[in-house]
């Protein structure tokens, strides 16, 4: 399916609200190939998405599924009484699945043509029952390890993570004694690395918000980039106001990793919370997620998790086809550069 794109442009799943039907519609529409984010929907409202952009384009698109991790609950009660401590109110730190059997059970009686897996490595049952009704089947890697897994997991492709990259990261195992969440590759080496460790095509994803960054990505061995920063900022997305504001200040802070909002590691703009509780923050997903929501509900930008790529001072406001079309542009001008100075 991704190497018979009509462009390179793959919309990256947004969980928490940023990814709509709207926007999935979008870019699929403009010739990209959108993903739905069932992170934190139930099946049924997994099941009413895949409807909504049914409903609006006839476009293949995909859906991405966290997979469950293993239960840690150190830290979890002296964080609250951190959080509760700063005159915050934490929610109470509940551990699921994130409804993961019922989506699968989903996805295999009414199949999309792509399911991508985030936070592990699929179950090669899985994987190949999703193979006989249709799907194709791609997982998420940091590191040229986790590549090899996936592939001996059966996947058809492989969506590779650069260090650079908003949001989580897709490490498998969420280790207390690592912060950062396992090694730190760039893209363009985790690219070249993880194509030399598998032979399965690779997206690339991290940090890439222009046209010349997908062009960089593709002569690294990519068969398309992944974009999620560049589209948070369309009108189409359900990004909330104050992250918004935020990604729209070319002046604004640096990104960071943190555990802070989720109990996983993931890359945001530097805020007050952020910075306040990332040390303390235990490797307890998603019992942090639950604490901190009601929190992050109140939208105050000091206190909310404002995912972001590290290159999200170069985002543009625009409808989400026209900033596939600009993109494309930009990508052709860019590739045609590069060959201009190799014939040189």
């Not at 295999?108 to 249709?134: E, M, N």
Request: contains cysteine.
């Amino acid at each position: 399916m991704l190497t018979a794109l009509d462009s390179p442009i793959v919309l990256a799943p947004m969980a928490g609200g940023p990814t709509t039907p709207e926007l999935v519609t979008a870019v699929s529409d403009a010739g990209g190939f959108g993903f739905l984010a069932g992170g934190y929907l139930d099946a049924t409202a997994l099941g009413a998405a895949i409807g909504a952009v049914r409903e609006r384009t006839a476009r293949p698109f995909g859906v991405n599924l966290f997979l469950p991790g293993e239960r840690r609950d150190a830290g979890v009660a002296d964080y609250r009484d951190r959080l509760a401590a700063a005159g915050m109110e934490p929610g109470d730190p509940v551990w699921d699945d994130d409804g993961y059997p019922d989506k699968l059970a989903l996805l295999l009686a009414d199949p999309v043509p792509v399911v991508s897996f985030t936070f592990g490595c699929p179950d090669p049952d899985a994987v190949s029952r999703l193979q006989a009704v249709g799907t194709e089947v791609l997982a998420t890697v940091t590191s040229p390890q986790e590549a090899r897994r996936a592939a001996a997991a059966g996947v058809d492709g492989l969506v590779v993570q650069g260090i650079e990259a908003g949001a989580h990261r897709g490490v498998f195992d969420n280790d207390p004694a690592d912060p950062a969440g396992g090694q730190q590759y760039g893209l363009l080496a985790l690219l070249r690395l993880v194509a030399a460790a598998a032979d399965l095509p690779l997206v690339a994803t991290g940090g890439i918000v222009d046209g010349a960054g997908i062009a960089a990505a593709l002569a690294a061995g990519a068969v398309a980039a992944q974009l999620g920063t560049a589209f948070l900022v369309c009108p189409e997305a359900g990004t909330k106001p104050a992250h918004r504001a935020a990604l729209a200040d070319p002046g604004g802070p640096p990104t960071a990793i943190t555990r802070a909002f989720t109990g996983r590691p993931a890359r945001g703009i530097r805020n007050a919370f952020l910075d306040a509780h990332s040390a303390a923050a235990p490797a307890a997903y998603p019992q942090v997620h639950h604490m901190t929501r009601p929190i992050r509900a109140h939208g105050d930008p000091a206190t909310t998790n404002l995912w972001a790529g590290q290159a999200y001072p170069l985002v543009r406001e625009l409808p989400a086809a026209e900033l596939v079309a600009r993109l494309l542009e930009e990508t052709r001008a860019a590739a045609s550069r590069v060959a201009a100075g190799v014939a040189r």
